[in-house]
């Protein structure tokens, strides 16, 4: 939805147009406004619960039903189920409703396990104490009894409850200080300033007495966009009205820092806050693995559907003789005699898909949701994903998407607190080709093992001297750092020096800090900003006052900010630092080449870089400037454009300092899973709400940019010197022309015969790629242009992007023609809303709270376990369950196509071939746990091997394992298999079908005989394909079949007496005490194993796969390895022979 009219609109009537709409009116502390003012028309808002969960108490039951109803295997069971119940059937009832009311409750119960841990995550925010100031006392309250009009005392270090509009604060000059890491990513302080007339309202007592109304726009998700205004109501007849903008609005989700308590009144709660409204809907997340399931089970439906009907229509041909259709032993009553034939064709129809159905296992369904649920215990059971300094495991929120970590092609990534740990380091700085390291400080921290100052470069003479100083007192007082006195902050111990307590910094910006860390270990100490002037701590030990006179804020498209003060000489001086294409083009003198150098120098190195220079202002210059830039601040239309044409005028003729490099420190291993994520074939995306030239240089930093990578700039400052469509047209001519007309997708991504390609967008632009066309020009839809550039680029970074676009970026590649397996990872509230849009979404445990963690299907400590995550446990959960899903389908064609063959040799009659005994049982006991425990334990390659070469996760990509070709070829062997079975057993006993003692074979030993080849064959086929032998496989393996063959024994050997009649007594016995039975079985097991056997081996050797090669040379090794202990073995026993 676009609110930009309802901002004009907003806009328009706080400027005295009587036209707003679409508006809220919040009576402050619920009073009534004075008698003649406004009418007092109270309004319904939501109360502030908080809700993730899908499912509540009294929805459960039909809801959960619904979704799983909407599987088309449970839909098919059921169906079956109540045809059964209806019709007289060749089977029980029992055999279908059972295994689906299983299928039913296990799903059930995990589903309502997983939803009620999300209502306890939820309870334990909605039931966060909040204190509210109410009749001159403050109250405690929990949050989601919070209304919209309460006014809330929240304390330094609390998070707010909803979104407020800052009233008063503990500070003087009525600001606060806030990070909003949870929300955007950016873990820096932001100051947010009180209304001016509201400010002195410091005590409940004072609160009490504030009357007043705030008039805003209905809630909208953009973070950065507020726009409302305050009517204080003090003993006039006319309020005072003052506007209300962003600066004044507290969000959800952000903490108050550095400032005692703030006095706030609820605007937004519950889930219309801005948080809240940029979370997306939780839907059910379905696999690739359960899309090709359902693909498959319509296949066998058709094929199940076929089945049916030719035996329909072939029944009917047969009974068309008179004799056939009516045999003496069999007559029909006149009932039946008088039913339509169609009726009768029909309910035989039915009675044929009962009979048949077992074709499509419900058992398949069961068995995939015990192998997700347990298999999602080896994450969390996962030393190596341990973080002991949170002292946290990885967790998994839904097993249902196990092997979707096997398939991701793209991997959308959060920067701050995700790739990073929020901590700035100072390296170096460069004064006039100089440079100076001091020893290594972060965040206020030195850091263990350095000790004094290290000088690469010899000191400067006398003549420098000046410069070097002029230099550090420019970083020690550009800049909008603030000091605080205290000895601990985030309960962490912070600027302690020599065991005692001294100030610390903090500011909007992290590296702002470190630069002063790091003036401060270089003898320059910033102190204070104290009425207006900021004070410095010279070499000398003494104290320079410098009077503030303008900060020129720094912003993205400038990439660079100012401050103009005046010494204790009475001399101005504009200091000015930025990116380093923003300084040089206004610089008119200084040693530029030997800075730019170095500046190229550290880029390389993936170090932020900052250059700084400087002006002499006059007083004519100083009041020029003066002039230009109050015009600008008072300006009510345009003000961001004539405050950029201000400081366009007044930055320029600088004369260059020198330069610093600043390093935002990494996670651990960050860079390395990040390449071996592009070994593996993922593409990798940064999404970020922090500034350009900050996630540049961590992508630089993480190895996502090579230092041969060309980088294009797809953003607001391009974009002003040219068209979007000119733009984008410019960089798919540069990519296209480069690759071809190739895109990367068919090139490896570490190739060095190509150029590589960066691209670096940001938030402005993206949301005028994704705008829809106006009108039918070819200029007006560039989302396919943006698609094409990005797919031939290797990597991926997307700058100030608002938490909905991280979602929107996230849609659009998974909405791509490729439709490509997504994973977004991140660690804050701004990631959830990613997190839930692609098809897997893991949160990091990490310094931003828990949303992302909470809202995630995975959750894991640190980044560096992404790649054991995925290349490990990804890659096992897809071979494995791919395996199973394929093998269920096999033994499954083995076990009814030979009932469909027995049809022809019974009148199709719907005589079962099996006992049914052995028709409920097949896929619940004799051939369901080793299927199982293969798909819980397989290791095809050692888990070392995949981490170690990463390039194995390719094998498997694009659910390659259960394409159609795989599919068809395992379907056709359990056709083969069927028929050897079948026509084996018919012919080999078709002269021989007597025993010792001359007794003849009846139908249930020759469905037995089918049925005990049946089962060995399908159990024998899976060992075969078995990798990685233990003793449980060794034990459920032979113990199935143990068990096979012991319950045969029982239930053919005892006189049950619960059973109106026993067809299948003594049967199995008859059947093993004849010698040709025993052959045929072993013969047909062998011939129907054969096959499968030869291709395996023909494709190992003429076109093995990159796994298929590994698994040969592990073989190779464990050979050599047991000769050469042979060998010793033997050269010992020889030794110990001849001393003997």
Not at 650 to 658: H, N, R, T
Not at 833 to 852: D, N, W, Y
Request: charged share 20%; net charge negative.
């Amino acid at each position: 939805m676009d609110f930009s009219t309802i901002r004009n609109l907003i806009s328009r009537y706080c400027t005295g147009e009587d036209n707003w709409v679409d508006n809220r009116t919040v009576y402050i502390a619920h009073k009534e406004p004075p008698p003649g003012a406004e009418a007092y028309i109270p309004q319904r808002y939501p109360d502030n619960r908080i809700v993730s969960s899908k499912y509540t108490f009294w929805n459960f039951i039909p809801k959960n039903l619904f979704e799983q109803f909407r599987r088309i295997a449970n839909f098919y069971f059921l169906i079956i189920f109540l045809v059964q119940l209806i019709i007289d059937t060749p089977t029980s009832p029992i055999t279908s409703g059972l295994p689906l009311f299983f299928v039913i409750t296990v799903t059930a119960i995990k589903q309502g396990y997983e939803d009620w841990l999300r209502h306890k995550a939820d309870n334990s925010i909605n039931q966060c104490p909040v204190l509210v100031v109410q009749h001159g006392k403050v109250i405690r309250k929990q949050s989601r009894n919070l209304r919209v009009g309460d006014v809330v005392l929240v304390k330094e270090d609390e998070t707010f409850p909803c979104d407020l509009v800052l009233l008063s604060s503990s500070r003087e000059d009525g600001t606060c200080f806030v990070t909003t890491a949870s929300l955007d990513g950016e873990s820096s302080h932001k100051t947010y300033y009180a209304v001016q007339d509201t400010k002195a309202f410091s005590t409940e007592e004072d609160m009490d007495t504030l009357q007043a109304t705030i008039e805003c726009e209905q809630p909208q998700p953009d973070l950065y966009k507020f726009v409302g205004r305050i009517n204080i109501y003090l003993n006039r007849d006319e309020p005072i009205a003052r506007p209300l903008g962003s600066e004044n609005l507290l969000l959800r989700g952000a903490t108050l820092k550095n400032t005692e308590h703030i006095y706030a009144v609820a605007i937004y709660t519950g889930m219309e806050t801005k948080m809240a409204l940029n979370y997306q809907s939780k839907s059910q997340k379905r696999s690739a693995v359960e899309k090709s399931m359902n693909a498959y089970l319509i296949v066998y439906l058709c094929i199940l559907i076929s089945k049916a009907l030719i035996n329909t229509a072939l029944k009917y041909a047969w009974q068309a003789n008179p004799d056939r259709d009516e045999p003496w032993y069999n007559h029909k009553t006149d009932g039946e005699r008088q039913r339509h034939v169609l009726i009768r064709a029909f309910t035989d129809f039915l009675a044929f898909m009962v009979l048949f159905n077992y074709i499509i296992p419900v058992s398949m369904y069961v068995t995939v949701e015990m192998q997700k649920f347990l298999g999602s215990y080896f994450i969390m059971w996962d030393d190596d994903m341990f973080d002991e300094e949170l002292g946290e495991r990885a967790q998994v929120n839904t097993s249902d998407l196990n092997e979707e970590l096997g398939q991701v092609e793209y991997v959308f990534t959060d920067k701050t607190g995700t790739l990073t740990e929020n901590n700035m380091e100072f390296i170096e700085c460069c004064v006039d080709g100089h440079v100076y390291v001091p020893h290594a400080v972060c965040n206020g921290q030195v850091m263990p093992g350095a000790v004094g100052m290290d000088m690469i470069d010899s000191s400067p003479g006398p003549e420098g001297k000046e410069s070097e100083e002029l230099f550090f007192r420019a970083l020690c007082l550009c800049h909008t750092v603030q000091v605080k006195e205290a000895e601990t902050v985030d309960g962490i111990k912070q600027g302690l020096h020599q065991g005692k307590a001294t100030s610390f910094y903090i500011s909007s910006s992290p590296d702002e800090v470190a630069l002063v860390e790091g003036m401060k270990r270089l003898g320059f100490t910033y102190l204070r900003l104290k009425d207006n002037h900021m004070e410095i701590l010279n070499r000398e030990d003494e104290i320079e006052r410098f009077q503030l006179l303008d900060v020129l804020t720094f912003d993205s498209v400038r990439r660079r900010m100012s401050v103009i003060v005046r010494s204790s000489t009475g001399e101005n001086y504009l200091f000015c630092k930025g990116a380093d294409s923003s300084i040089f083009p206004r610089v008119i003198s200084g040693k530029v080449e030997q800075v730019r150098a170095r500046v190229e120098h550290n880029a390389v190195e993936g170090l932020r870089t900052l250059c700084v220079a400087y002006r002499k202002l006059s007083p004519a210059q100083y009041e020029e400037a003066c002039h230009l830039l109050n015009g600008a601040k008072l300006a009510l239309q345009d003000r961001d454009k004539k405050l950029a044409e201000a400081y366009d005028l007044v930055e320029k003729d600088l004369i260059l300092l020198g330069a610093t490099a600043v390093e935002d420190r990494l996670q651990d291993k960050a860079a390395d899973t990040i390449e071996s994520l592009h070994k593996a074939g993922m593409k990798v995306w940064v999404l970020t709400g922090d500034k350009m030239e900050t996630a540049a240089a961590t992508c630089y930093a993480s190895k996502l940019f090579r230092r041969s990578t060309l980088i294009l700039e797809l953003t607001t400052k391009r974009t002003e010197e040219q068209s979007l469509h000119d733009v984008l047209f410019d960089l798919s001519r540069t990519v296209l022309r480069q690759q071809g007309g190739m895109t990367r997708d068919s090139l490896s991504g570490l190739s060095g015969d190509c150029q590589d390609y960066g691209l670096i967008i940001d938030g402005a632009t993206l949301s005028a790629v994704l705008k829809p066309s106006q009108d039918d020009s070819s200029s007006g839809n560039y989302k396919e242009i943006f698609l094409e550039i990005c797919r031939n680029c290797s990597a991926v970074l997307c700058c100030r992007m608002a938490p909905l676009q991280k979602a929107q970026i996230v849609k659009m590649i998974k909405a791509s023609k490729e439709h490509p397996i997504t994973l977004a990872i991140g660690d804050g509230a701004n990631d959830v809303s990613m997190i839930l849009e692609a098809h897997v979404g893991i949160g990091i445990m990490g310094k931003e709270g828990r949303q992302a963690a909470r809202n995630s299907d995975y959750a894991i400590p640190k980044f560096k376990h992404l790649k054991k995550m995925l290349l490990v446990h990804g890659h096992y959960y897809y071979i494995r369950i791919s395996e199973l899903v394929q093998y269920f389908f096999y033994k499954n064609v083995c076990f009814i196509f030979p009932q469909f063959l027995y049809q022809f040799f019974c009148g199709f009659s719907q005589q079962p071939l099996y006992d049914t005994a052995y028709l409920t049982l097949y896929n619940i006991s004799f051939t369901s746990l080793p299927i199982l425990l293969y798909s819980l334990i397989e290791q095809h390659i050692n888990m070392d091997i995949l981490k170690k070469d990463p390039s194995l996760y390719r094998d498997i990509a694009k659910n390659s394992l259960l394409r159609w070709p795989i599919f068809i070829y395992w379907t056709f062997l359990g056709l083969f298999d069927a028929v050897v079975f079948f026509f084996g057993a018919y012919f080999l006993f078709d002269n021989t079908t007597f025993t010792s003692n001359g007794q003849m074979f009846g139908n249930w030993t020759f469905g037995t005989l089918v049925f005990t080849v049946l089962v060995f064959t399908v159990t024998l086929k899976l060992a075969l394909d078995t990798h990685y032998w233990t003793w449980i496989n060794h034990f459920v393996i032979w113990g199935s079949l143990l068990f096979y063959v012991i319950f045969s024994l029982l239930w053919g050997g005892i006189i049950w007496p619960f059973l109106n009649y026993q067809r299948m007594y003594y049967v199995f016995m008859q059947m093993l005490s004849s010698g040709p039975a025993w052959l045929s079985i072993i013969l047909l097991i062998t011939v129907s194993l054969l096959p499968d056997v030869v291709k395996k081996v023909l494709c190992r050797a003429l076109w093995p796969t990159t796994t298929e090669r590994i698994q040969c040379r592990m073989t190779d090794r464990q050979f050599d390895k047991a000769l050469m202990f042979s060998h010793d073995s033997l050269l010992d026993g020889g030794v110990s022979t001849y001393q003997a």
